[in-house]
C-alpha cells in the first residue's frame, strides 16, 4: 500500500542553520504531497503542498519539490528559527475524492539559540 | 479561513464514563474525520464521514463509534472510557478530490 517514510528525529540545529528533513513515498501513482507542521499543544497546520511533478511548495522560507523520479518530497529551509521548533509531517493523498490520507510519523525539529 | 473547531481542548473522565468530542467545520466540506495521536505512533484514523449519517471505519474503529448529523458537525463517541484512550484526538475535515487536509486544534482527552 501507500507509504510515507520521513527520516528520524529529533533533529536538533542552532538559529540560522540550514534543515533538510527528507522524505520518501511508496505510491502506485501520482499522489499529492504536503508538508504539515504542529506546533506544540496544537493541532496541524498545511506547510506547503505540491500536486504534480516537479512542482515546488514553498511558505514562511520552507520549500520542497516533489521529485517523481526518486519519489521524495524533501523539506528545506535555508536559515531556521527557534520559533520554527514543532513536528513535521509528510503526507500523501492518492484518490479522487479526498479520503485516503497517508502522514509520515513526524519529524521533531529543536531550534537552538 | 478554514475554521475546524473542536469544542473541548482539555477533558479528563473516569473509567466507564460516555465521552462526547465534537468537532464543527465552517467551510461546507464534505469529509470529516477523527484521528487519535499517540507518541511513537504518529496519526491514526479512527472514522471518516463523506456526507452527512454516512461513516466509514478508519484503522482503529474499536471502542470508538461516531455521528454526522448534519453536514458541519462530526461527533465522537467513546460508548464506555478506558485508560487506553487517554491521547490526543484531532478533528479534520477537506472537500472531496485531491484536496487538503484542514485540522483542529486537538482535544486532549485523560480517562482516569
Known amino acids: 500500500g501507500d507509504s510515507v517514510t520521513q527520516m528520524e528525529g529529533p533533529v536538533t540545529l542552532s538559529e540560522e542553520a540550514f534543515l533538510t528533513i527528507n522524505c520518501t513515498y511508496t505510491?502506485?501513482?501520482?499522489?499529492?504531497l504536503f508538508w504539515y507542521v504542529q506546533y506544540p499543544g496544537e493541532g496541524l497546520q498545511l506547510l506547503l503542498k505540491a500536486t504534480k511533478a516537479d512542482d515546488k511548495g514553498s511558505n514562511k522560507g520552507f520549500e520542497a519539490t516533489y521529485r517523481k523520479e526518486t519519489t521524495s518530497f524533501h523539506l528545506e529551509k535555508g536559515s531556521v528559527q527557534v520559533s520554527d521548533s514543532a513536528v513535521y509531517f509528510c503526507?500523501?493523498?492518492?484518490?479522487?475524492?479526498?479520503?485516503?490520507?497517508?502522514f509520515g510519523p513526524g519529524t521533531r525539529l529543536s531550534v537552538l539559540p | 479561513d478554514v475554521k475546524v473547531t473542536q469544542s473541548s481542548r482539555y477533558l479528563v473522565k473516569r473509567t466507564g464514563e460516555k465521552v462526547f468530542l465534537e468537532c464543527v467545520q465552517d467551510?461546507?466540506?464534505?469529509?470529516m474525520f477523527w484521528y487519535r495521536q499517540d507518541p511513537g505512533l504518529g496519526l491514526r484514523l479512527i472514522y471518516f464521514?463523506?456526507?452527512?449519517?454516512?461513516?466509514e471505519k478508519g484503522d482503529i474503529p474499536e471502542g470508538y463509534s461516531v455521528s454526522r448529523e448534519k453536514k458541519e458537525r462530526f461527533s465522537l463517541i467513546l460508548e464506555s472510557a478506558s485508560t487506553n484512550q487517554t491521547s490526543m484526538y484531532l478533528c479534520?475535515?477537506?472537500?472531496?478530490?485531491?484536496?487538503?487536509?484542514?485540522f483542529g486544534e486537538g482535544s486532549w482527552l485523560t480517562v482516569v
Open positions: 464521514s463523506y456526507d452527512v449519517k454516512m461513516k
Open positions: 467551510m461546507d466540506h464534505e469529509n
Open positions: 505510491a502506485t501513482g501520482y499522489p499529492s
Open positions: 503526507a500523501l493523498i492518492f484518490d479522487n475524492y479526498g479520503q485516503n490520507f497517508v
Open positions: 479534520a475535515s477537506n472537500d472531496q478530490g485531491w484536496n487538503t487536509i484542514y
